[in-house]
């Protein structure tokens, strides 16, 4: 084979994986959102068919030749094409070890199992969702046995999601994050309280909607790009990475906090997967590279920006505007303390940036246990709210608002959740570092992002795959990922917000 021939061809077979890939994102997408809820059968249907050509496109004889020849050049290879190269092995060999009925067999459950979920939460009636969650937790399990044999289950989850996490790395930064998380909560809790009224009223979907929309626009998204529309639970899905990409809110009448802080988050998956540098264009390494650096831009804008002094300051006239009743009695003081507030709850995507990592916690400890086989998924209402008791001291009155609240099981995302509080952990250092060159403080004030925007592009997002998360980190900060920039960040935010003399 001539080497320049199997460039092209590498190109090419990535091209056709980008179609693949783009019609099985646009299916569940569509299922997510406008589909009718009968069609979840129709889907698995498609997807099943689909999801056996792929498998055959990434493992066929052809493909395996071409990229182990090139794997054999590899040092005649660019920097891009040597990590595509290596991308797509690591996915091929983990494809070539799962037997393809099973591999098949594991797509169309998670397409019945996330409506299986969904009608369990809107029921609250976990026990019919539960053989699927059983089903999903063995697969994964099996899964990662047959990848890596001589691993811990979890830890290859962990690992996959976010490359050098384990669950020794997990306990220790969790470890480190309670130690001074708990006595904050606690700090906060015994000062005065913090009313969140003027975030509570009757918000109009339509004018929810028209914030979300000036959000979007604020924060720098390309809307000609970047669709929004409305599901139970939002989340941001790339049908093609800078080309289109997709952001889903969830309007809630009495709660204005609750759509304008989903926008912001997906906001911020979407300007990462949009800026790759247009030449990586459907190829693996257009979009973002891990799900932790993921959450650390998410997260970022979600909460170091959109709930800062500044951003809130710069929002409470749109506010008043969309929202005159609503507004009239309040200042942007107020409702800068109100997104501030420190509370225990029970929902993880509307807690405060201080209990966060305590809701992430209790899911980390639950999946680990699950799968060392210390708990079985029977058991997982009575643990959670048990642990929610113990780390966050609230009552879960039902499993609607408790185990069955978030959708990532039914997907089969397990080993995900670390992602969260790692990302937001990353999210505080990048803020210390950017804000050595960019006078952050200055841009929010008037609402402008271009210059957070440009630097996050310059230090992360253009990069797409091309660099592990540990190259981003090392080289964006010059500096070795350091949790106590967050913990800080934490302190610093209570101090401010409930005078604490901490
Ligand atoms: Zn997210």
Not at 355 to 371: F, N
Request: glycine share 6%; proline share 4%; net charge negative.
């Amino acid at each position: 084979m001539e080497l320049e021939n199997a460039k092209k061809e590498l190109l090419q077979l990535q091209e056709r994986m980008s179609a693949y890939n783009h019609a099985m994102g646009l299916i569940s997408y569509d299922g997510e959102t406008t589909a009718p809820k009968g069609t979840a059968q129709n889907r698995a249907h498609s997807l099943g068919i689909l999801s056996e050509i792929t498998y055959q496109l990434s493992t066929g004889k052809d493909t395996v030749a071409l990229l182990e020849y090139l794997d054999a050049h590899k040092d005649e290879l660019t920097q891009k094409e040597k990590r595509m190269v290596y991308l797509l092995i690591k996915d091929i060999r983990f494809m070539q070890k799962i037997p393809m009925e099973e591999y098949v067999a594991y797509q169309k459950l998670t397409v019945e199992s996330q409506d299986a979920w969904y009608n369990a939460k809107m029921n609250d009636d976990f026990a019919s969702f539960e053989p699927y969650l059983e089903k999903i937790f063995d697969y994964q399990k099996r899964f990662a046995h047959y990848a890596a044999p001589d691993m811990d289950p979890y830890d290859y989850w962990l690992n996959e999601y976010e490359p050098g996490l384990s669950r020794r790395v997990c306990d220790e930064f969790f470890a480190t994050l309670r130690q001074r998380i708990v006595p904050l909560i606690k700090a906060c809790g015994e000062k005065d309280q913090v009313s969140d009224d003027c975030l509570k009223g009757d918000f109009s979907e339509d004018k929810q909607e028209q914030l979300a929309l000036w959000l979007m626009e604020t924060m720098g998204l390309d809307r000609q790009h970047v669709g929004l529309s409305t599901t139970e639970h939002p989340f941001t899905t790339s049908l093609g990475s800078h080309l289109d990409e997709r952001i889903t809110t969830h309007y809630q009448r009495e709660d204005v906090s609750s759509s304008l802080f989903s926008v912001v988050h997906e906001g911020g998956h979407a300007l990462y997967d949009t800026g790759s540098d247009g030449d990586l264009a459907y190829t693996v390494l257009d979009g973002g590279v891990s799900m932790g650096i993921h959450e650390s831009q998410s997260r970022f804008y979600e909460n170091i920006l959109g709930r800062s002094k500044g951003f809130i300051r710069f929002l409470f006239p749109k506010l008043q505007e969309l929202f005159p009743d609503e507004m009239r009695p309040y200042t942007w003081q107020d409702v800068y303390r109100a997104v501030n507030r420190v509370q225990p709850s029970l929902i993880r995507t509307e807690a405060d940036e201080v209990t966060y990592s305590l809701h992430v916690m209790i899911r980390y400890e639950i999946e680990k246990r699950v799968m060392a086989g210390e708990l079985s998924v029977h058991e997982l209402p009575c643990a959670w709210n048990k642990m929610y008791k113990e780390y966050l001291g609230v009552d879960v009155p039902n499993d609607r608002q408790g185990v069955l609240q978030d959708s990532h099981w039914s997907f089969g995302a397990i080993g995900y959740f670390p992602s969260y509080a790692l990302g937001s952990a990353y999210g505080a250092q990048f803020m210390a570092k950017m804000k050595e060159s960019v006078d952050v403080d200055a841009a929010l004030a008037q609402g402008d992002f271009a210059p957070i925007n440009a630097w996050n592009k310059e230090h992360i997002w253009h990069f797409g795959s091309l660099l592990t998360p540990r190259e981003i980190l090392d080289s964006a900060l010059g500096a070795p990922f350091d949790p106590a920039y967050y913990l800080r960040y934490l302190e610093e935010k209570c101090r401010d917000v409930y005078g604490l003399d901490y």
